[in-house]
Structure formats: C-alpha cells, structure tokens
Nanobody, 121 residues
C-alpha cells in the first residue's frame, strides 16, 4: 500500500523558515513533488525532484527561497522553505509520480493528506 506522509507544517512569521518532510512507502517513484493550495485558489506545483538523478524544478514564485531534496536511504523528500511570505500560506501536499521529470499535476497519482503552513505578517 502506497503511503505519503507529510510533516513539518505550522505557523511562522514572515521572513522565517520551515522544513516540510514527505515520507514515502509502498513502492518506488520516479519523481516526488510538493504542491500547495490556498483558499479559493487552484492547486499549484511548488517544486519537484526526479528521484534517480536529483534534478529539481521550482515554480517562479518560490525559486531562490525553497529547496527540495531527497534522502534515498530514508525515502524522504524534504522542502526547505526560507524567507517565507504571507502569500506562501496554504495547505502543502506531497505527491508522487511514476514518470519524470514531472512538471504537471496530472503526472502525480499518489497524494498525501496535506499539512498547513501559515505565514503571519
């Protein structure tokens, strides 16, 4: 059974940092991504990493502030979020794809439950 478990969300002040983790189990994946969805907005891809070579991609809104990484031994993909802004407030979801690279939401077939990130001004 495939499971993606997110952790690390919370409340932080603008300019602060948070680290999200996604623990994957049940099978191997080609790519893992982090998405977010704010109230009234569509879900958007924040960052994605190709498992076999570590190649990553980011949305323009987080480039230079967020870093996605993987720990192959622990099957964990992390998202380090620095210099957070109130606009980053959203529920963040971990998702996994069997194709790579995976810049499109339709490529992701496994999803976690989400973790709330709130950035106060």
């Amino acid at each position: 059974q495939v499971q993606l478990a997110e952790s690390g969300g919370g409340l932080v002040q603008a300019g602060g940092s948070l680290r999200l983790s996604c623990a994957a189990s049940g099978r191997t994946f080609s790519a893992v991504g982090w998405f977010r969805q704010a109230p009234g907005k569509e879900r958007e891809l924040v960052a994605s990493i190709t498992v076999w070579n570590g190649e990553s991609l980011y949305s323009n809104s987080v480039k230079g502030r967020f870093t996605i990484s993987r720990d192959d031994a622990k099957n964990i993909v992390s998202l380090m979020m620095d210099n957070l802004k109130p606009a980053d407030t959203a529920v963040y979801f971990c998702a996994a794809s069997q194709t790579s690279p995976a810049p499109e939401a339709y490529q992701y077939i496994y999803w976690g439950q989400g973790t709330q990130v709130t950035v106060s001004s």
